[in-house]
């Protein structure tokens, strides 16, 4: 999909996000707030009318920069992998991190994997490290936001299972890498 085609917008609603992604720092409750509102509003429109609206990809663009973009590339490509103990892919949302029984992988164009723990806005990518946490230049990475369009269309959302034994380790690999990272 070409997002440039979708720059000009004429919709008051596109004029708010302008407003608010301006005129707010990254780090705002209120920017974060408007961010899960804005993910959360596509999410519904998508189970509603089973694909993501044009307006809505604008929206989140506009939301996201160029991020939003490659996340897109990555998410097309089939690039995120739900990973558990259980032969489906898992549909419910995480009610509470401790009980989560998934994880995500991203594969990036380096060829490099970045595990992530369902819902939560943390990546090991450098940009994460750098744009996010050092820099607050962006919300996010496009890891985590090609999970969540990934986890909203499930079609191109791949699948893996692991025994419980290789989840674990694969659990013990990320928390041990976290320690490793700071």
Partial sequence: ???????????????VANDVSQSLTMYDLKYANFVDHALQKAADDFEREKKFSDQNLLKLYKLFNGTFERALDLYEQRRVTQISTVNTIITEPCKNADEASWLMQVKGHSGALYTLFPEINYCTCSAFRQQVLTDRSAFTCKHVLAVWLASVDKEKLLHQQLM??????????????????F
């Fill in 1 to 15: 999909m070409n997002l440039n085609s979708l720059l000009v917008s004429t919709d008051p609603d596109q004029q």
């Fill in 164 to 181: 419980q034994k290789q989840f674990d380790s694969l659990l013990l690999h990320q928390a041990s890498d976290e320690r490793d990272t």
